[in-house]
């Protein structure tokens, strides 16, 4: 059973968590002030230091909230598409994907754009986080390839994903030409229906 000192800290933690959620959702991961934190919260700026040991590890427990939220649309983007072939139910998670991005793309951006020192270690919960998403691409990956080994996969997995969000990052960012999003959907399936093929 957790002490009373331990249930204060637990609950600040969530409270930061929640706050911080909000302001980068509003203003982005770069405009995160501790005094600022402190106001929501109603506490001292010393004691977000005991919550966390910084504002990076608290953007880091906002970004588990936002892995796991962008990996349920992911996964109930292809709930209702078993019987869809692999390459469709790809385009349907990329379209679900991007749509996560544009209606949160504070937190979306946050995601990627944490810096993080040499030495500094990635929690598990974070790691298991990403592995659950990739884990959704992973199905109709496998179903395409099913000669290649786990490595191999793996590394389609990967290279899937980074090409969708870089189409994503770039598109959100206006620079392909200002394209809509309807466009980056069809840019998205071209790509993905030329896989396995």
Known sequence: MASKAEQRRADLREKLVI???????RDGAVALRARDLAGDVGCAVGA?????????ALIMAVNGRTFQ??????AASVQAAENEVATQRLILM???YLAFAAENT?????LFDLKMQAGDRVPEWYVQALRDLFANIARPVAELFPNDTPEELDLMVRALFSSVHGIVLLGLEQRISAVPLDKIKQMIAQILSQIGG
């Open 19 to 25: 706050a911080a959620e909000s302001r980068i959702d």
């Open 48 to 56: 977000i230091y005991t919550a966390y040991d910084d504002l990076n």
């Open 69 to 74: 939220k962008l990996g349920h649309q992911v």
């Open 94 to 96: 990329s379209n679900a």
């Open 106 to 110: 504070n937190l979306w951006r946050a």
